[in-house]
C-alpha cells in the first residue's frame, strides 16, 4: 500500500538551533514530494517540491533548506532556526502518475523559543 | 502552469443555514480538485475530490461540490452548517500532466454562530 510517514510530530526548539524534518514514502517510485508551511493564521505555503533524487526546486527564499538523498526520502532542514520558523510543516505526495489522489504526512508542529 | 483562487478569506454562517466556500482554479491541463479541512492545531482531512468522473462530488459531513468547467470553479457547499463544521478549508489542485503539481488555495476560515 501506498503511505507517507513524517516526523517528528512536535518539537520545541531554542533560536539558532538546528532543525531536521524527515519524510519517507512507501508504495511507489520517483513521487513528486513538497514540503509545505502554514505559519499561525496563514495558510499554507510551498517551500520546497522535488522531482527525483537530489532535485530540489525553492518557492520561497528562507533560511530553509531541503534535500532528496534517496528516492523516497525528503528531508527539511535548518542550519540556524529563527522564530519566524515556527509552524505547522507538512509533506505531500501526489499520486499515482497523472495526480489524482494525495497523500499528507502527519504534520510537524514547531515552535521556536 | 495552474492556480487556485478562493474567493473569501472568512464566511460567516449561522447554525442551519446553508453553506458556500468559492474556489476557482486554472490549469493548462485536466484538472483533479480537492476540498480539505483542517480544523485548530489539527491535520488536513479530505473532503472530497473530483478525478474527472461525475461532475457533483459528495463528501463527507454533508458536504458536495460540483465542478463546472465552463465556470472553472470548483465551489464547496452544504445544505446546513453545523457548530462542528467551523473549521478552515482548502481548495487544491493538480494537473492530470506526467509531472503532477500540487497547488493549494489560500484558504477560506468558516465561522458558525449559534
Known amino acids: 500500500s501506498q503511505t507517507i510517514h513524517q516526523w517528528p510530530a512536535t518539537l520545541v526548539q531554542p533560536v539558532g538551533s538546528p532543525l531536521s524534518l524527515e519524510c519517507t514514502v512507501e508504495g511507489t517510485s520517483n513521487p513528486n514530494l513538497y514540503w509545505y508551511r502554514q505559519a499561525a493564521g496563514r495558510g499554507l505555503q510551498l517551500l520546497f517540491y522535488?522531482?527525483?533524487?537530489?532535485?530540489i526546486s525553492s518557492e520561497v527564499p528562507q533560511n530553509l533548506s531541503a534535500s532528496r538523498p534517496q528516492d523516497r526520502q525528503f528531508i527539511l532542514s535548518s542550519k540556524k532556526l529563527l522564530l519566524s520558523d515556527s509552524g505547522f510543516y507538512l509533506c505531500a505526495w501526489i499520486g499515482p502518475p497523472g495526480g489524482n489522489t494525495i497523500y499528507f504526512g502527519e504534520g510537524s508542529w514547531l515552535t521556536v523559543v | 502552469a495552474q492556480s487556485v483562487t478562493q474567493l473569501d478569506s472568512h464566511v460567516s454562517v449561522s447554525e442551519g443555514t446553508p453553506v458556500l466556500l468559492r474556489c476557482n482554479y486554472s490549469?493548462?491541463?485536466?484538472?483533479?480538485l480537492f476540498w480539505y479541512v483542517q480544523h485548530p492545531n489539527k491535520g488536513l482531512q479530505l473532503l472530497l475530490k473530483y478525478t474527472s468522473a461525475a461532475t457533483l462530488v459528495k463528501g463527507i459531513n454533508g458536504f458536495e461540490a460540483e465542478f463546472k468547467k465552463s465556470e472553472t470553479s470548483f465551489h464547496l457547499t452544504k445544505p446546513s452548517a453545523h457548530m462542528s463544521d467551523a473549521a478552515e478549508y482548502f481548495c487544491?489542485?493538480?494537473?492530470?500532466?506526467?509531472?503532477?503539481?500540487?497547488?493549494f488555495g489560500k484558504g477560506t476560515m468558516l465561522l458558525v454562530s449559534p
Open positions: 487544491v489542485v493538480t494537473s492530470n500532466s506526467g509531472y503532477s503539481t500540487l497547488t
Open positions: 490549469s493548462s491541463y485536466s484538472p483533479s
Open positions: 522535488s522531482v527525483g533524487i537530489g532535485q
